[in-house]
Each structure stands twice: as structure tokens, then as C-alpha cells.
């Protein structure tokens, strides 16, 4: 057998959404976002299916679709991408990550996570034989600084990932974060590679910063991951979309061609409406999920399960410590044998090897419909009324 795959076996995110669906409870652990999918979107997908439209696009994607992302690009993000030669569509965020993974790195090669991390950059990471260099964010606050980024680093560092809203944290970057990252980035000569696919959920009148809209010298060294199924409520239509200077977009795009081919043809003819929705379905979904994220955050708090208020995505981490449970996976299960409600363990975003382990936390995902997070919620509260 291969040795990249040792110690490596499916998240705790999936583990625990089979245990919630065997156990009959309210899954709030995967973000599987199981919410509407605007009809303009849908309805454009079933006329490309109904009108044939479904051979291969070019290995970068359609056209028209690459024409409309540089045009979002440049009002919503600040990043002026050429449609031809900067913008990569690809079979999801995590295809766009892969694609960066082989094309820019060796065996070998370093890549800083900072941590709390998304699972999924550190097990592809692993997979394509590069060694995650893990950067410890301290909690509540998750701040990125200089110091912790140059503490991270090794002769065999290459690379930096940034996720922007985060997940499972909700932590956004403030320009000054972007800055520090970009001065190690310079000092280092290392590529960025920022995660944004949950550009559009933020709250408060945060601003989302993409980092390569921060200067011309980040903008060189940057690979930029977006992504569709959040937004549109996709997730199992795998679209994303990468952005890189040409030279690295192209090497981006042999990689999709050699794995994937391309995306789902239908698929991107079905997003390709999205661009045209008006900003008023994007003011509606960032007020909806405020209201879910102070619904579920209203009950942690209430029944002492500390939560870190997200400032965007759809996550939420929250101290169980207060339940004396060995490891956080014990807790998680202890909640939803005892309230009917899922998790996922903290641990799930943490190697482990740091101060900050995760064993004190979980996350709740609530990309749900209302009456489900309303539910979720009452049945937290009776819980903590019992323990």
C-alpha cells in the first residue's frame, strides 16, 4: 500500500453526519446547506440539460461563465482577472485546491495552515505529498500575526493558505492581517493561496477583503479560490472557480484537464445565472443567515456552551468544556445522544500538536432552514435546562 494515506481517514464532519442520520437527529454538523437553490439558477441548468448542452467545455470553462466571473471579479472582489488567460472553472473549491496543490508544489514542499483549519487543505495537502507547517491561532480571537506566521516557517516552506471567511471559526481577515501575511509572503517568496467561498456571508457590514485586491505584489504571488455552492445553495454541483496570474493559471488548468477534464457543463451554464441576480439576493441571504447565526448563538449562550460569534460563513464553535467530557468527539456525541442535535467534534480543525488542540469545542453548522434551526434550538435549551 502507498504511505501518503497513513494516518489519514474520512473527517470527523463525515462520521458525524452519518451518526446523526442513523440517530434521527438534526444534523448541524456537515455544511451541506440544504437551502432552496435560486430558480433562475436551477432553470437554467435544466434548459442547458434539455437543450443538449451538456459535451465538454474547455478544461478552463465556459466562456461566457469566465466572462462573468471577471466581471464580478472586478466589482465585488477589486481583482481585474483576464477571462482568457487568469480565471480557471473548476469541479469545486476543493477540485481549485487540488489543481494548486500538484501544480505549484513538489514533494516535499511546506504549506503554512494556520489553525483552526478546514480539514480538507490539510488531508489534500497530505495526499499530494506536501508537509502541512500548522500556524496556532489563539482563541477566542483567531488573530493572524507576523509572529506566528514566521514561527511556522521552514528552509522547505512554499506556501501559505489563507481561509477568508473562515471555516469553522467564522473569522475574517482585517487588512492588517492581509498585510502581515503579505510581508512574510515577500520575505519568503512564498505563493498565497486564499479560500473565499464564503465571500458573500458576512455580517455586521464587515467587509470582505480578498487578498489579492490588497496590492500588485500579492495579486503575483496569489491564487485566488471561489466558489459557488455556498452561495447558490449547490453543494453537490461542484463548481468553484480559481484566479491566478497567467503563468500560474496555466498551470492550474493542465492540472483540472489531466484530473477532471472540466466542470459539469450543464452545471456552469445553470451558475452563469447567478451572476445576474441583483445585489438585493445577497442583502436577503446575509440578513437570513444573521438571524440563524443569533438564533443559534442565543441558545449556546443560554445553556452555557460558550460560543465564538462568527463575523461570517455559516459556522459556530462553542465550548463544551462545562460537560466534562474526556475528548471533544465524546462531547459531541454526548449532545446529540441527549439532545437530538449534531456536531462536530473541535478536534476536527486542530492537529493537535499545538496549544490550542480543540478538545474543549465543537462546531454547529446553520445553513438550515428556520423551522429545523428553531427546533435545533429548543432542543438545546432543554437540554441545558437538564444538565
Excluded at 473569522?171 to 492581509?178: K, N, P, V, Y
Excluded at 449547490?234 to 468553484?240: E, F, Q, S, Y
Aim: with cysteine; hydrophobic share 45%; charged share 20%.
Amino acid at each position: 500500500m502507498n504511505q501518503r494515506l497513513e494516518g489519514l481517514a474520512q473527517s470527523d464532519i463525515r462520521a458525524m453526519t452519518k451518526a446523526a442520520n442513523a440517530a434521527g437527529a438534526i444534523n448541524l454538523g456537515q455544511g451541506i446547506c440544504d437551502l432552496p437553490t435560486p430558480p433562475s439558477v436551477a432553470e437554467a441548468a435544466i434548459r442547458a440539460i434539455q437543450e443538449q448542452r451538456s459535451t465538454y467545455t474547455y478544461a478552463e470553462g465556459d466562456a461566457d461563465l469566465r466572462s462573468k466571473i471577471a466581471a464580478k471579479l472586478a466589482r465585488v472582489n477589486g481583482i481585474e482577472a483576464d477571462p482568457e488567460t487568469d480565471i480557471i472553472v473548476t469541479a469545486g473549491s476543493a477540485a481549485a485546491f487540488t489543481c494548486v496543490l500538484h501544480g505549484l508544489f513538489d514533494p516535499g514542499d511546506g504549506i503554512l495552515i494556520p489553525e483552526p483549519y478546514y480539514g480538507y487543505h490539510v488531508g489534500a495537502a497530505k495526499v499530494a505529498g506536501l508537509v502541512p507547517q500548522f500556524v496556532g491561532l489563539a482563541a477566542p480571537g483567531f488573530e493572524l500575526t507576523e509572529e506566528s506566521l514566521r514561527a511556522a516557517i521552514t528552509p522547505a516552506t512554499r506556501g501559505l493558505v489563507l481561509c477568508t471567511p473562515s471555516n469553522p471559526s467564522g473569522r475574517m481577515l482585517s487588512r492588517e492581517e492581509i498585510h502581515a501575511a503579505e510581508r512574510i509572503a515577500e520575505e519568503f517568496d512564498l505563493y498565497v493561496i486564499t479560500d473565499e467561498i464564503y465571500e458573500s456571508i458576512t455580517y455586521d457590514g464587515r467587509e470582505h477583503i480578498s487578498p489579492a485586491s490588497t496590492s500588485a505584489a500579492m495579486a503575483a504571488r496569489s491564487v485566488t479560490i471561489l466558489g459557488l455552492s455556498k452561495t447558490f445553495s449547490i453543494t453537490g454541483w461542484r463548481l468553484g472557480y480559481a484566479v491566478a496570474p497567467p503563468a500560474l493559471a496555466e498551470r492550474l488548468k493542465l492540472v483540472h484537464d489531466l484530473f477532471y477534464i472540466c466542470a459539469p457543463t450543464p452545471l456552469q451554464h445553470g451558475v452563469a445565472a447567478g451572476f445576474d441576480l441583483p445585489d438585493s439576493f445577497f442583502e436577503e441571504m446575509r440578513a437570513d443567515y444573521a438571524k440563524k447565526r443569533d438564533l443559534i448563538v442565543g441558545a449556546l449562550s443560554d445553556i452555557g456552551l460558550a460560543p465564538v460569534t462568527p463575523e461570517g460563513a455559516y459556522y459556530v464553535l462553542a465550548d463544551v468544556s462545562r460537560m466534562g467530557a474526556a475528548t471533544a468527539k465524546d462531547a459531541a456525541m454526548q449532545l446529540m445522544k441527549e439532545s437530538g442535535v449534531a456536531s462536530v467534534p473541535g478536534t476536527a480543525f486542530f492537529s493537535g500538536t499545538g496549544q490550542e488542540s480543540g478538545q474543549g469545542l465543537v462546531r454547529f453548522c446553520y445553513a438550515k432552514e428556520f423551522p429545523v434551526l428553531e427546533e435545533a434550538a429548543q432542543r438545546l435549551r432543554a437540554w441545558g435546562a437538564t444538565t
